[in-house]
């Protein structure tokens, strides 16, 4: 079983839709919860942290953290064809000791 | 300030060639983080230091991946003898190393073995 788990996609959505992104982890020790963007030939760029149970919103996008489930995931809101481009899910899984793994990443394009 | 900055940008060697990949991250960052990425995967955890020492290095694939880092700042990784599937795009990140710090990353240095 992987770390941290995404489903790879392509997630298409219509511009102006909600896109729903998903994250398991395996290790009940994960503290620290991150999601990055990463458009296509650079590098990723944060966009949300989160770190206890429940919702944490910043703009258009929430992200929500569900520890008895193992579960992490983020919603925009008001989808952009500028949104479209991979979501990286990261967990600190040593519990705070900053080892910090990625998922392999959803693919989001939204359909103008 | 500066961001994290990566050097060179890219990268190619001929198959066993010894090569150097160097990171300078962001001042005042104690942690510094090497990732390997390859076309449509998620970045692979190699190794990270807190200060000069390496707080985790289980993610080196094998002995012929080493990293330093002598000063606390700029690190250094070294592949030697590359192979083709050395290939890949490898990422520095640094963070502030307390607590739930995000990782800011590096523009990466594209790596071709030849």
């Known amino acids: 079983q992987k770390e941290v788990e995404q489903n790879s996609g392509p997630l298409s959505v219509p511009e102006g839709a909600i896109a729903s992104l998903n994250c398991t982890y395996s290790d009940r020790v994960s503290q620290s919860f991150f999601w990055y963007r990463q458009y296509s030939g650079k590098s990723p760029e944060l966009i949300m942290s989160?770190?206890?149970?429940g919702d944490k919103e910043d703009g258009r996008f929430t992200a929500q953290l569900n520890k008895a489930s193992q579960y992490v995931s983020l919603l925009i809101r008001d989808s952009q064809p500028s949104d479209s481009a991979t979501y990286l899910c990261?967990?600190?899984?040593?519990?705070?000791?900053?080892?910090?793994?990625f998922g392999t990443g959803t693919k989001l394009q939204v359909i103008p | 300030g500066a961001g994290v900055s990566q050097t060179p940008s890219n990268k190619v060697t001929e198959k066993g060639k010894y090569v150097e990949l160097r990171c300078d991250p962001i001042?005042?960052?104690?942690?510094l983080y090497w990732y390997r990425q390859s076309l449509g995967q998620g970045p692979e955890f190699l190794i990270y230091f807190q200060g000069t020492g390496a707080a985790d290095d289980s993610g080196l694939p094998n002995d012929r991946f080493f990293a330093v880092r002598p000063e606390g700042s700029v690190s250094t990784l070294k592949i030697q003898r590359t192979e083709r599937g050395d290939s890949a795009v490898y990422l520095c990140?640094?963070?502030?190393?307390?607590?739930?710090?995000?990782?800011?990353f590096g523009n990466g240095t594209r790596l071709t073995v030849t």
């Open positions: 001042s005042g960052h104690t942690a």
């Open positions: 990261a967990v600190d899984i040593s519990g705070g000791y900053q080892k910090v793994t």
């Open positions: 989160i770190y206890s149970n």
């Open positions: 990140a640094s963070s502030l190393g307390q607590g739930a710090s995000p990782l800011h």
